[in-house]
Each structure stands twice: as C-alpha cells, then as structure tokens.
Nanobody, 124 residues
Framework: QVQLVESGGGLVQAGGSLRLSCAAS????????MGWFRQAPGKGRDFVAA????????YYVDSVKGRFTMSRDNAKNKVYLQMNSLSPEDTAVYYC?????????????????WGQGTQVTVSS
C-alpha cells in the first residue's frame, strides 16, 4: 500500500515556475513506478510524465518536453515535478500516481494509487 500527498501547487504568472512534490508512504516506494497526470476543467486526466522504479528513464508528453522535469528521491520517498515556462494551458489539477508493477505508463489505468491532487493555475 502506498499513500500519496501532493503539494506545491498555486497561482503563477505565465512564464513562471513551480515545483510540485509528492510524498509517499510505504516501505516499497522505491520499487514503484511514478507518474504525474493533470486534469483541466471539463477534460479528462492527461499524462504528463512518468519514471520507472529504476529511475533510468523518464517519459514526458510532448507539450511539456524541455519545460518540465520529473525526478525522484527514493531515500526521502518523494517525487518532484519541476515546471518552468508555464503557460495558461498548463492550468489543471496535478496528480501523482504510483504503479506497483514498477514500469510506469502514459495510461492512467495502469496506476493503482493516486494522490488527492494539487491545483496549478497559470495566469496570462
């Protein structure tokens, strides 16, 4: 079992930066793949980034490549999403998710554990 708690969301102007954190509980955290998803008002839950349990590969949706960086610190049981050059199109509730099989995916159905989400609002 893993419990996830996101933090770091807020209101920022276009072009600004935010760093989201996801704190995980559970002894097996280091073996879980982690993902970040987002959901804008009236839309579905979209993939943002994912990282396997080994941390060797990180995958991003094309729209955030070069602007967002996902990292994880297994010693601290934390995952981060550094978001730079934010635009109003990035406005959404951001969720972190854990996949106990360790591979990660861009499909939300793969992830069995979810945080409550943190709101990111980018003003123009």
């Amino acid at each position: 079992q893993v419990q996830l708690v996101e933090s770091g969301g807020g209101l920022v102007q276009a072009g600004g930066s935010l760093r989201l954190s996801c704190a995980a509980s559970g002894r097996a955290f280091s073996t879980y793949a982690m993902g970040w998803f987002r959901q804008a008002p009236g839309k579905g839950r979209d993939f943002v980034a994912a990282r396997s349990w080994t941390g060797g590969s990180t995958y991003y949706v094309d729209s955030v490549k070069g602007r967002f960086t996902m990292s994880r610190d297994n010693a601290k049981n934390k995952v981060y999403l550094q978001m730079n050059s934010l635009s109003p199109e990035d406005t959404a509730v951001y969720y972190c998710a854990a996949d106990s099989y360790g591979l990660g995916s861009d499909r939300w159905e793969v992830y069995g554990y979810w945080g409550q989400g943190t709101q990111v609002t980018v003003s123009s």
